[in-house]
Every structure is written in structure tokens, then in C-alpha cells.
């Protein structure tokens, strides 16, 4: 099957299809902070979230769109205080089912750019559990570095521990 993909920044009419991807991949892969739970937010928190990023100069939610349907977010948060306001922190998900096609890495390349031209952010930053080699790979190919190791950094119902990579890159002018 052909997709025609769409990267676009999230819209406060995304809310609802980005709830349920958000439940979706939740329920997917224990890779992420995310649980069987997902985002645990309304439609309307959601919408507000979207609509407080794209008044920000230092926050953004890009979409991966595949024939309209959500295949993959990155999400860039960042702090107001001035003092922290140049550290963005990166959620990166894609759907299972579009794993290993290059979604990564193509949102991975948009959010740096995005954060190279935003004129504010000057670091990225992520964790990552230590056992996703795939995303560390992903994350090391576009010059993120390994900062330091975060022991019990995440914890999986079944009484599991994992450490978690603290990874970061810095965004030059």
C-alpha cells in the first residue's frame, strides 16, 4: 500500500485523534513513559495543550500523518522561566505498525530543525530506556549524546526496574 505523509504541527482540532493515538501506542510498546492508561487527558486538555504550544516560542507538537491518519508525534516541551526556557525536552512515539520506515528519523530531523530556527532553544534533551537500542541508535545518528544513566528509571507493572539513558544534544547558531 502507498501513504502520502503530511508533517504538520499539531492543531487544537487534532485533540481528539491524538488522544486516542496517544491511548493506542500506550498499549503498544512499553517503551515509552505511556501505559496501558495512555495520556490520561480529555479531548479538551489536549486542545488546550496544543493551543498553549503554539503560542510558545519553545514548544511544538509535530505529527507524522500517513493518509491522514497519526502514524507519529514528537513533541518539543520547554520551561518559561528564563533561566531553563533554552532546554527542550523530546517525546518522539510512532505506531508499531509504521515502525522501521523512517518516520523517526524524519521527525527527529524536522523537531532539530524546527528548534535550530526557533531562535530560543540552544539544548534537546531525552531519556530513553537502555534496552531500546533501536531508539538509541536513531537518537545517536543525529548527534545525540549519551549524559548520563538514570538507574530504575522506569518501572513495568510486572515489578521490573529498567535504567534509562539521559541523552542530549546541543543546538548551535
Same mark, same amino acid.
Given at each position: 500500500?502507498?501513504?502520502?505523509?503530511?508533517?504538520?504541527?499539531?492543531?487544537?482540532?487534532?485533540?481528539?485523534?491524538?488522544?486516542?493515538?496517544?491511548? $493506542? #501506542?500506550? &498499549?503498544?510498546?512499553?517503551?515509552?513513559?505511556?501505559?496501558?492508561?495512555?495520556? *490520561?487527558?480529555?479531548?479538551? %486538555?489536549? /486542545?488546550?495543550?496544543?493551543?498553549?504550544?503554539?503560542?510558545?516560542?519553545?514548544?511544538?507538537?509535530?505529527?507524522?500523518?500517513?493518509?491522514?491518519?497519526?502514524?507519529?508525534?514528537?513533541?518539543?516541551?520547554?520551561?518559561?522561566?528564563?533561566?531553563?526556557?533554552?532546554?527542550?525536552?523530546?517525546? $518522539? #512515539?510512532? &505506531?508499531?505498525?509504521?515502525?522501521?520506515?523512517?518516520?523517526?528519523?524524519?521527525? *527527529?530531523?524536522?523537531?532539530? %530543525?524546527? /528548534?535550530?530556527?526557533?531562535?530560543?532553544?540552544?539544548?534537546?534533551?531525552?531519556?530513553?530506556?537502555?534496552?531500546?537500542?533501536?531508539?538509541?541508535?536513531?537518537?545517536?545518528?543525529?548527534?545525540?549524546?549519551?549524559?548520563?544513566?538514570?538507574?530504575?528509571?522506569?518501572?513495568?507493572?510486572?515489578?521490573?526496574?529498567?535504567?534509562?539513558?539521559?541523552?542530549?544534544?546541543?543546538?548551535?547558531?
Amino acid at each position: 500500500m502507498e501513504y502520502e505523509l503530511c508533517i504538520r504541527e499539531a492543531e487544537a482540532h487534532d485533540a481528539a485523534a491524538l488522544v486516542a493515538f496517544l491511548d $493506542l #501506542v500506550g &498499549q503498544e510498546t512499553d517503551f515509552t513513559s505511556l501505559d496501558e492508561n495512555g495520556i *490520561l487527558m480529555t479531548e479538551s %486538555e489536549m /486542545a488546550l495543550f496544543i493551543e498553549k504550544q503554539a503560542t510558545s516560542d519553545n514548544q511544538i507538537t509535530l505529527l507524522a500523518l500517513l493518509n491522514d491518519e497519526i502514524a507519529g508525534i514528537l513533541n518539543i516541551t520547554a520551561e518559561q522561566r528564563m533561566r531553563v526556557r533554552h532546554i527542550g525536552d523530546i517525546f $518522539l #512515539v510512532i &505506531q508499531r505498525k509504521f515502525w522501521n520506515h523512517g518516520l523517526g528519523s524524519i521527525l *527527529l530531523e524536522e523537531g532539530i %530543525e524546527w /528548534a535550530k530556527t526557533s531562535g530560543v532553544l540552544r539544548r534537546l534533551q531525552l531519556s530513553v530506556q537502555k534496552r531500546n537500542e533501536a531508539a538509541i541508535h536513531l537518537y545517536s545518528k543525529f548527534g545525540f549524546v549519551t549524559e548520563g544513566l538514570q538507574e530504575r528509571g522506569a518501572y513495568l507493572k510486572e515489578g521490573i526496574f529498567l535504567d534509562v539513558y539521559l541523552m542530549g544534544r546541543l543546538i548551535d547558531k
